[in-house]
């Protein structure tokens, strides 16, 4: 009976050192190695300031920027507090936001159907990226407010546009924050 205690908590103990301190450590050291812009989160420093991360949402609420689907994660894009609302599609509370959100959105560009993830929120609250079709969406607005024309803005959309992962994982998306720093860039903010 003793031996076997011995043995039980000999094992404990060097599973967790192995488990919990070595493993950990080695996968950190690889990742720091082989993926340092990922181990890192992504993030995009401009003028030696974190201004976001390339796969966590941020809201832009400028007229003169493009916008994020809406987020339900905490107060809006809280990273500690991922996580969809879990409101059901007959939900009085959903649909009334809804049908604000699309409201306001037609009400900016009534030439052109307003695209569902405009007003829909992701699982997560912190999707980084939009369709194309609600990039294109907002390119009037965008080019009102910057003064320039909509074929401009239009055309830095497009360079944006990322494919398919791989030819066929997901759908091709734009990501919002790197499309307003190019924005900023073109213009000035």
Not at 145 to 168: C, D, M, T, W, Y
Request: no cysteine; net charge neutral.
């Amino acid at each position: 009976m003793k031996k076997n205690l011995v043995i039980s908590v000999l094992m404990t103990v060097v599973t967790t050192v192995l488990l919990g301190i070595v493993f950990p450590l080695l996968m950190t050291a690889a990742s720091q190695l082989l993926f340092p812009d990922k181990a890192n989160g992504q993030l995009i420093v401009r003028d030696g300031k974190v201004i976001g991360s390339r796969i966590i949402g941020q809201p832009f609420t400028g007229p003169g920027y493009f916008h994020s689907r809406p987020s339900a994660a905490g107060f809006g894009y809280d990273a500690a507090n991922s996580g969809g609302t879990n409101l059901g599609p007959t939900n009085r509370k959903l649909i009334d936001r809804v049908n604000q959100d699309a409201a306001a959105l037609y009400a900016e560009n009534r030439n052109a159907p307003v695209p569902v993830d405009l007003i829909t929120t992701s699982a997560s609250g912190l999707d980084p990226d939009i369709t194309p079709a609600a990039a294109y969406f907002q390119v009037p607005r965008v080019a009102g407010e910057r003064h320039i024309s909509p074929e401009e803005v239009g055309e830095l959309v497009r360079s944006h546009i990322q494919p398919r992962q791989f030819g066929f994982l997901g759908e091709p998306r734009v990501n919002v924050l790197e499309l307003n720093l190019a924005l900023d860039r073109t213009t000035g903010p």
